[in-house]
């Protein structure tokens, strides 16, 4: 399985645009790009997830590049409640299972 | 709907003891995934359901570690003989289908080994 990497942690105040990137140069053909959210003391939550070019939902927007070696989770206007873990994960369509890394720690500041 | 639901949500036992968890997938959804997460592994794969069936028990840290489907719904998850190292948070997620991606996850059960 393709693994992900992407930055420990991020700072951000309310009503900005964060943007975080995720590497998967290994990623295969029929593996999948798939953003979760875990606040504390909670099991992770689907975001949204892609397979190429831009995917948006209510809560965000996801960008891959023709290459599909990295992929870019956008959170427009962020507020406090949107501190959190956010990982990426690539996942192959043919297991369904995923594989986290270590996530990043979004600490959005008033 | 409801949502995944787990249970215990807390569980204490001591080294050595077996435990079992257990976790209800929602109604429908054939595909059920066991993690767990610790402050030393991060949150790591243990077992994949499609139905009754186990195709990917590749997560199981050791033999002390089984899980068994009943009719497609409920997952009992049993831990021999618990060690120390055994003490985590244990996730639960289903999906409708092995390759529908959006995983729906359970509150967890704590589970702390003295």
């Known amino acids: 399985l393709a693994k992900t990497t992407q930055p420990i942690s991020m700072d951000s105040y309310e009503g900005q645009e964060v943007n975080i990137t995720c590497s998967h140069n290994n990623i295969a053909t029929n593996d999948y790009i798939t953003w979760y959210q875990q606040f504390p003391s909670q099991g992770p939550r689907f975001i949204i997830q892609g397979y190429k070019t831009k995917v948006t939902n209510e809560v965000a927007s996801l960008f891959i590049p023709a290459d599909r070696k990295s992929s870019t989770l956008s959170l427009p206007r962020v507020s406090l409640s949107d501190t959190a873990v956010y990982y990426c994960?690539?996942?192959?369509?043919?297991?369904?299972?995923?594989?986290f890394g270590q996530g990043t720690t979004l600490q959005v500041k008033p | 709907g409801a949502g995944v639901s787990q249970s215990p949500s807390n569980k204490v036992t001591e080294k050595g003891k077996d435990v079992e968890l257990r976790c209800d997938p929602i109604?429908?959804?054939?595909?059920l995934y066991w993690y767990r997460q610790s402050l030393g592994q991060g949150l790591e794969f243990l077992i994949y359901f499609q139905g009754n069936s186990a195709p990917d028990k590749s997560g199981l840290p050791s033999d002390r570690f089984s899980a068994e489907r009943t009719g497609g719904s409920v997952s009992t998850l049993t831990i021999q003989r618990t060690q120390q190292e055994d003490s985590a948070v244990y996730l639960c997620?289903?999906?409708?289908?092995?390759?529908?991606?959006?995983?729906?996850f359970g509150p967890g059960t704590r589970l702390t080994v003295l």
């Open positions: 997620a289903s999906s409708l289908s092995r390759d529908y991606n959006e995983q729906f």
């Open positions: 994960l690539v996942v192959s369509s043919n297991t369904g299972k995923l594989i």
């Open positions: 109604s429908g959804h054939t595909a």
